[in-house]
C-alpha cells in the first residue's frame, strides 16, 4: 500500500537547537496533518495545513503544505526535551477521503 | 468530554483465539477507522466507518472483522488471532464533511502468542 516518505528516520539534537523534517508523496494530497505521538499514548494533532503554500505555526512549530501537493514540512524551533518523541505526517490523498495515509515517522531525541 | 476511548489497553491471546477491541467516542464523529502500528511501519489502516451501518476496507483488512450499530461505537474484531496480528492498535474518529483531522484513541496493545 501507499505510505508517505519521510525524512529523515530519526535524529539526535541538541537542546536549543532547531529542526527539520520532511513528508513527501507520489500524489497530490487536499490535506496535511502533523501529529507527534508519545511512548505508550496516541498520536496527537500539531498541525493541519489545507491550501497548497500555506504556513501554520503552533508555537515553536511551523509546517508548510508543499507547492506542488505532494510534499509538507515541519519544523521545530529552540528544541526542549519534551519535544522528544515521533513526529508523522498524514493525509487524505485527493483521490479518495477516507483512507489515510501515514509517514513512517521521524524519531527525535533531544539531547540536554 | 472523553474523546476516543480505547480499551483493553493491553492483552496476551494464543493463536486462534478470538476477541474484539473496543472504540467509543463520544463526540458525535460521523467518521471512525482502526490502525495497526508496527516498527518501522507507521500507521496502516484496517477498517472505516462513514456512520453507521457503514463500513469499509482499508489497507490491511485481512484477520479482522468490523461492524458499525451506533454512532459512537466501532469494535475491531479478529475472530482467529495469528502472531502476525501482534501489533498496537489504535482507533480514530473525525466528524463528516469538510474536517479532516482525526482525532486517536491511546492505543490497545496486543500480543498473540
Known amino acids: 500500500g501507499q505510505q508517505l516518505n519521510q525524512s529523515p528516520q530519526s535524529m539526535f539534537i541538541q537542546e536549543g537547537e532547531d529542526v527539520s523534517m520532511n513528508c513527501t508523496s507520489s500524489s497530490i494530497f487536499n490535506t496535511w496533518l502533523w501529529y507527534k505521538q508519545d511512548p505508550g499514548e496516541g498520536p496527537v494533532l500539531l498541525i493541519a495545513l489545507y491550501k497548497a503554500g500555506e504556513l501554520t505555526s503552533n508555537g515553536r512549530l511551523t509546517a508548510q503544505f508543499g507547492i506542488t501537493r505532494k510534499d509538507s514540512f515541519l519544523n521545530i524551533s529552540a528544541s526542549i526535551p519534551s519535544d522528544v518523541g515521533i513526529y508523522f505526517c498524514a493525509g487524505p490523498p485527493s483521490s479518495g477521503t477516507y483512507k489515510y495515509i501515514f509517514g513512517t515517522g521521524t524519531r527525535l531525541k533531544v539531547l540536554a | 468530554n472523553a474523546g476516543v476511548t480505547q480499551t483493553p489497553k493491553f492483552q496476551v491471546l494464543k493463536t486462534g483465539q478470538s476477541m474484539t477491541l473496543q472504540c467509543a467516542q463520544d463526540?458525535?464523529?460521523?467518521?471512525m477507522s482502526w490502525y495497526r502500528q508496527d516498527p518501522g511501519m507507521g500507521l496502516r489502516l484496517i477498517h472505516y466507518?462513514?456512520?453507521?451501518?457503514?463500513?469499509d476496507q482499508g489497507e490491511v483488512p485481512n484477520g479482522y472483522n468490523v461492524s458499525r450499530s451506533t454512532t459512537e461505537d466501532f469494535p475491531l474484531r479478529l475472530l482467529s488471532a495469528a502472531p502476525s496480528q501482534t501489533s498496537v492498535y489504535f482507533c480514530a474518529s473525525r466528524t463528516g464533511v469538510g474536517a479532516n483531522v482525526l482525532t486517536f484513541g491511546a492505543g490497545s496493545r496486543l500480543t498473540v502468542l
Open positions: 466507518s462513514v456512520g453507521a451501518g457503514i463500513t
Open positions: 463526540m458525535n464523529h460521523e467518521y
